[in-house]
């Protein structure tokens, strides 16, 4: 692909705020005076706001303070204006009642700062999972030239001799201690191991999948998505990208050139290469939705199925993103992906040349940490699409973190009204359960939680559990972490608060999965079926007005990306005009 450069120089749009000797340009100009800046920066250098999700409540953002510091300096170096913006910082292991609602809070946040302030290019410092898609979701709705910067993950967790991965040590030992095979004491020391560095979790969770994402996607610099966030190497690439980005405004190379069809096509497949979480699902459908691209759950079973999952790493495999790193990183996956003619070479990248030029020279350090295709941990990874009457449009399972002998499974369901009903039951050695049944939670949707939370992954029963089993066939509308693993139907939509047919499910139907036919059937009669969804009513669980009622109001199913409706699509970056 061959990208016309804008010409150069031409009026920049932070010109209109501080390029004159208007009453106007005085007042803009002269108040950000007061923080020492001399005249001249505002001689029409371009103006590149640092968008920090920086945050002592998101510890997975803990750092960016320092990498704003040399993002700062590269954009001094190139003869850029670097200003530093804090924006809307959504944790994942704090807010209530789950990240997944905030997102869109932050994307529209994010979108009316750029806007509305005298920027024109935008560094989007990100890390924590859901910082990532809600500024790339912003920068695609404005279409500034933008290119994104992550905090890296965490050192390796280690713990008596074992790799500790973070997130998924979390769900493995909370089942142990239910099973006995772990005390209490151990767990709580534990516990340190597991987050003993800045940065994001250290499996290929969803903070490390959407860095990935954004690597692929060709919105990040190659190289960027595994470099630990401790190391040097990750100040280095801060750095580089502040220099990048003044290029990219001298440019115009805007988020609509480099977020193609083409682009998103290859993070879906490196999606399935990495064996990377379910939720890029959710986040690259509302980010393709800003780009006005057409991308379905049709395209993510279609362009992922065939796909090898060769990253061994937590939750699918045995290693975590230090080595990951220390082999090649994404570079590496996306090269293999071009060898095997699955990667769409041409696609733009914010480095200004092609995706392939990027990574052709990439090197394999470690064969055991990014297999070889033969030693894939999963010959078709991706995400499987499953459709059926329980899911009409459609459901998602990642096969690369599945039990082999659940993927075609037809068992008794059980069934959970919503997480607290879960809650209430699961412990309880009266629940009539055991290792054929399929646990059923409803009510955990975009809608239902509300905000569609990471509890699809749900515990065994203690009772099952004290057998040896670890892994159950579980369907929910919900969503589960990226550092989980099992056999898990995920996103199942229409959701059950909408009276999809997940909210018709009773205890004792029985269901059939097949991955392999991407099918999900309950089976009873149609009759039956249509009966029950006649007859069913909504909770009258009313929103609390304020942004839970605009989130519920307004927020669309998992199967477009759970974005709110007005805001699809790309609003563009007129200036706003000047009120003074």
Aim: proline share 5%.
């Amino acid at each position: 692909m061959t990208f016309e450069k804008a010409p150069w120089p031409r009026r920049l749009r932070s010109q209109e705020w501080y390029g004159g000797t208007s009453r106007d340009n005085i007042y803009h100009r002269g108040w950000l005076k007061n923080q020492g800046y001399p005249h001249d920066l505002f001689d029409g250098r371009p103006v590149i706001g640092i968008l920090n999700t920086w945050s002592d409540l998101t510890p997975c953002n803990g750092h960016l303070r320092e990498l704003a510091e040399k993002v700062k300096a590269g954009v001094w170096e190139a003869g850029g204006f670097p200003l530093e913006v804090p924006v809307f910082s959504a944790s994942e292991n704090t807010f209530r009642p789950t990240a997944m609602m905030y997102r869109n809070l932050a994307a529209m946040a994010v979108e009316e700062v750029m806007r509305a302030q005298p920027i024109d290019g935008a560094v989007l410092l990100v890390g924590c999972d859901k910082t990532t898609p809600s500024l790339l979701m912003g920068a695609a709705s404005t279409d500034i030239p933008s290119i994104v910067v992550t905090g890296g993950p965490m050192l390796n967790g280690w713990f008596r001799g074992e790799r500790v991965g973070s997130g998924t040590a979390l769900w493995q030992m909370s089942e142990d201690i239910k099973a006995g095979k772990m005390s209490q004491a151990d767990f709580l020391e534990a516990e340190q191991a597991m987050s003993r560095s800045s940065g994001t979790c250290n499996t290929m969770g969803t903070a490390s999948t959407m860095a990935s994402m954004a690597e692929a996607l060709g919105m990040a610099l190659s190289g960027n998505a595994a470099i630990p966030a401790v190391d040097a190497r990750r100040r280095v690439m801060a750095q580089v990208t502040g220099r990048r980005i003044v290029q990219m405004v001298k440019d115009d190379l805007k988020p609509s050139d480099i977020m193609t069809k083409a682009a998103f096509e290859n993070a879906i497949r490196c999606n399935g290469a990495i064996g990377g979480s379910t939720n890029a699902v959710i986040h690259l459908l509302a980010m393709a939705g800003r780009c006005g691209v057409d991308l379905s759950l049709d395209d993510w079973d279609r362009l992922g199925r065939d796909v090898p999952t060769v990253v061994n790493l937590m939750p699918s495999g045995k290693y975590l993103m230090e080595e990951f790193f220390y082999a090649g990183g994404l570079p590496v996956v996306l090269k293999r992906l071009g060898e095997a003619g699955m990667l769409n070479r041409d696609a733009l990248t914010v480095s200004g040349g092609t995706v392939w030029e990027e990574v052709k020279d990439a090197v394999n350090w470690n064969e055991d940490v990014i297999l070889p295709v033969e030693k894939a941990l999963t010959a078709s990874g991706g995400i499987a699409v499953l459709k059926g009457n329980l899911a009409p449009k459609g459901a998602v399972l990642k096969p690369s973190a599945a039990s082999p002998h659940l993927m075609k499974h037809r068992g008794r369901a059980v069934v959970f009204e919503d997480i607290d009903d879960y809650k209430a039951r699961i412990d309880d050695d009266a629940l009539d359960i055991d290792e054929t049944c399929i646990m059923v939670m409803k009510n955990c949707g975009p809608k239902g939680y509300p905000g569609m939370s990471e509890v699809g992954n749900m515990g065994l029963p203690p009772k099952v559990l004290k057998k040896g089993i670890t892994d159950m066939v579980r369907i929910s509308d919900a969503r589960m972490s990226g550092t989980a693993y099992g056999t898990v139907v995920l996103h199942t939509a229409p959701e059950a608060a909408v009276g999809g047919p997940l909210a018709v499910v009773r205890t004792g139907d029985m269901i059939e999965l097949d991955v392999e036919a991407r099918s999900l059937h309950l089976d009873i009669p149609e009759e039956e079926l249509a009966a029950r969804l006649a007859a069913w009513t909504p909770a009258a669980d009313a929103p609390k007005g304020g942004y839970d009622w605009l989130f519920r109001t307004h927020v669309e199913g998992a199967d477009t990306g759970a974005d709110l409706d007005f805001l699809k699509g790309c609003r563009g970056r007129e200036v706003p005009r000047d009120s003074h």
